[in-house]
């Protein structure tokens, strides 16, 4: 092969790896962050016990969906829709209405605009955080004064303002 040739086909290799790279799917990389305690109902879902099907079980971290949801699945139903159904056996963790210890447990930090807590569709909580990289584990304090009895606390981690994603975590509660 002569020089030129030679030139020629590295030139083209060159050129051909950006397109490559756009084409060629990413492998699918472990999943981000989930409220550990209380146990989420994906933290639930790690218990094999809970027999929590597919995903669920699988890839608890990972519950990621478009901004401003309401669903535990982050709308991801194909993965994630026994994580809205409210009759599957979820546990309750007690808790006294007042300042209740949320712990997030991150296993890819990602940038982060705010965290969101809310039961009902009622806002409890929202702590900015603009631009901040989480630690792998971290906790925030909510008030839940005013509420009470079983209720089903949504937390929402949402990415930075650019990323159009957040992570969600249903727990349930027993607020008295």
């Not at 790279?21 to 989930?34: N, Y």
């Not at 971290?138 to 509420?147: A, M, R, V």
């Amino acid at each position: 092969m002569t020089i030129r040739r030679k030139l020629t086909t590295l030139a083209m290799a060159v050129g051909l790896t950006p397109a490559l790279l756009v084409v060629l799917p990413a492998g699918s990389a472990q999943a981000h962050g989930l409220v550990s305690s209380p146990a989420s109902r994906q933290a639930q879902c790690m218990d094999k016990a809970m027999n929590c099907p597919g995903d669920a079980y699988n890839d608890p971290y990972g519950v990621e969906g478009a901004k401003g949801q309401q669903l535990c699945s982050a709308g991801d139903l194909q993965r994630y829709s026994v994580l809205d159904n409210d009759n599957f056996g979820w546990k309750a963790t007690k808790v006294k209405a007042g300042p209740t210890a949320i712990t997030w447990k991150i296993i890819a930090s990602h940038e982060t605009d705010n965290w969101e807590y809310s039961i009902d569709g009622k806002m409890v909580a929202s702590i900015k955080e603009t631009a901040q990289y989480p630690p792998k584990e971290f906790t925030h304090t909510i008030d839940l004064k005013g509420f009470s009895g079983k209720k089903k606390l949504l937390a929402v981690w949402n990415r930075a303002t650019f990323h159009k994603n957040a992570f969600y975590s249903c727990i349930d509660l027993d607020i008295s």
